[in-house]
């Protein structure tokens, strides 16, 4: 390059720094500058008296449809030259918007410069496809930028992940990632997972899919991961797609510690996908050492890391918070082992949280000793949002009738309520005791009498008892409301051999006085003998 024009070519890339110019600056016509401009010093010098060109920002209103077309064209003309066939071509250039743009920006942004410099006219220009070309050229990342972003990485990850490839060529690139975008389609993941994952973790394309992906379906199918869940395991926790297959195995050792099977494993992995990181597998030692302080059963700890694996990225200074919490209500060694075993996610709540359940219960009227008894019952109350569950269950008791003097003894008695679904049980249930003839209010006094009522099953006890009731027995739907308790014990074990005894003997009586003795009672009082009706072993529903 002649000095003349490295001169030319350094002062128009301090006007306009991003945009490279080289090749253009010898077609533009040297009389358009004045003699002392080629003199100016290339480092450090103050800028050319020449005035400065008016900015012009880049308008995408600007170009017409036409030259968004002619630029599409140069596009696709130009991967034709990489080697890309004429419909790949034309899909990669259809579908880069924001290349394009980068491209026609600079375009007309040297044709501004030009134009305000060729006052008398001189020099010669190339046409408008042809600028494309030559700027998509000087880029150099020879396609890939526009292919990337083809695909939906956004244009800034297309060029960061274009340098990462730079030593491959565009038609290997796209080998490559059809392959992996296969194997990873294997793995359930769909297109904007596999867009994610490329944009952070560019060297998935170096995977081999028959050596390594398919592989890894097969074992993670065998440990008990669904096929079409693996999408979520590989971008929840990135890194396991490059462990070899012998590597996770051998971390397997730490979670046979717990008594997690193959099948077990999976599940984990399903639920806390980073179980096999490094830092995981240290915590769990501590963790178990920590369990092992406290007292707390080894069985109940083991069984709450199989169902809720999130406990090992937990700190045992943040358990410790929670176990002292549980402390304060009673709730020790192996009655604390049973709630985690129960609800393991409670350990993973905030102590102020936990705390604002139980002032919400204090303030319902329960005192400290009785939360305690709730949680040891039914911990997960405990993980329930208080306004979007428990207070709307304490409002929908209300509206139906239950007072605020007897809703304690509901909760109490029936505490399941408050994590009951309101349209998916208890509705259905009361629907179908007003069909039969019940009306709100006594429903309202049941519920009072007999809060598991709420929890039974329509079709397997609720139906077929109180048909027993109207159809056999004989008495009016009304009899239960004083007495609904009736509903918990065995239709086949108890209620009807009952029945027939006092039917055989012409006895008529209350559901209390048929049902509410004991075996001992019942025979000594109705048929006259010491012995039992039925075994004591007589189960309830």
């Known amino acids: 390059m002649s000095t003349k024009s490295f001169s030319i070519h350094w002062n128009l890339k301090s006007q306009f720094p991003n945009t490279c110019f080289l090749p253009f600056a010898r077609r533009c016509s040297l009389n358009a500058f004045p003699l002392s401009f080629f003199h100016c010093p290339r480092i450090h010098s103050p800028k050319p008296y020449l005035p400065q060109p008016p900015l012009v920002q880049s308008n995408p209103f600007n170009q017409t449809p036409h030259d968004l077309t002619q630029a599409r064209e140069s596009i696709s003309e130009y991967l034709q030259e990489l080697g890309l066939s004429l419909e790949d071509s034309i899909s990669i250039s259809s579908n880069s918007p924001k290349y394009m743009q980068m491209l026609v920006d600079a375009v ?3 044709e501004e410069w030009n134009a305000w410099n060729n006052s008398n006219g001189e020099g010669d220009s190339l046409g408008f496809k042809e600028m494309i070309i030559f700027m998509a050229k000087e880029k150099g990342d020879n396609g890939k930028v526009a292919f990337l972003e083809s695909v939906g990485l956004p244009l800034s990850s297309a060029m960061s992940v274009a340098r990462y490839l730079s030593s491959e060529s565009l038609p290997s690139i796209i080998r490559k990632i059809e392959a992996r975008r296969g194997g990873l389609e294997m793995l359930g993941l769909v297109d904007a997972t596999f867009r994610f994952l490329l944009e952070s973790f560019p060297r998935l394309l170096l995977l081999p899919v028959v ?13 008990g991961v669904p096929r079409r869940s693996m999408g979520n395991v590989f ?3 990135p890194p396991i797609l490059f462990y070899k297959i012998q590597g996770i195995k051998s971390k397997f050792s730490t979670f046979e510690k717990v008594g997690a099977a193959y099948k077990d494993i ?8 980073w179980i096999f990181s490094t830092s995981i597998q240290e915590n769990y030692e501590q963790i178990l050492l920590f369990f092992e302080e406290e007292k707390i059963p080894k069985t109940s700890v083991d069984r709450a890391i199989r169902s809720w694996p999130h406990l090992l990225g937990c700190s045992t200074s943040k358990l410790k918070l929670m176990v002292d919490q549980f402390g304060e209500l009673g709730i020790r060694n192996k009655k604390f082992g049973r709630v985690i075993a129960k609800s393991p996610q409670l350990l993973l709540k905030k102590p102020q949280e936990f705390l604002q359940v139980v002032l919400f219960f204090e303030g319902l009227g329960l005192d400290q000793e ?3 008894k709730l ?3 039914c911990p997960e109350v405990f993980a329930a949002n208080i306004d979007t569950t428990l207070k709307k269950k304490v409002e929908f008791l209300a509206e139906f009738g239950i007072s605020n003097d007897h809703l304690p003894r509901v909760i109490k008695k029936y505490p399941e309520v408050l994590v009951s679904d309101v349209n998916k049980t208890l509705l259905p249930r009361i629907n179908y005791l007003m069909e039969m003839g019940l009306s709100r209010r006594q429903i309202a006094l049941m519920i009072h009498r007999f809060p598991p009522l709420l929890g039974y099953s329509i079709e397997e006890v609720l139906k077929p008892k109180l048909n027993f009731l109207l159809n056999t027995i004989g008495k009016p739907a009304k009899d239960v409301v004083g007495y609904p308790r009736y509903f918990s014990y065995s239709l086949e074990k108890k209620i009807k051999p ?4 006092l039917k055989g003997r012409n006895i008529e009586c209350s559901l209390e006085v048929m049902l509410g003795k004991n075996d001992e009672e019942f025979a000594a009082e109705f048929m006259g003998v010491g012995r039992m009706l039925v075994s004591p072993s007589a189960t309830f529903q």
Do not use: A, D
């Not at 050596?211 to 440990?223: A, R, Y």
């Not at 009952?498 to 005894?501: A, H, L």
């Open 235 to 237: 971008l929840l926790f």
């Open 266 to 273: 999976g599940k984990m992995l399903l639920k806390y996908p």
């Open 498 to 501: 009952r029945f027939w005894v």
């Open 375 to 377: 949680v040891s019952r």
């Open 108 to 110: 007309k942004e040297l």
């Open 370 to 372: 009785t939360v305690g």
């Open 211 to 223: 050596s390594h992906l398919e592989p890894m379906v097969e074992f993670l199918e065998n440990i």
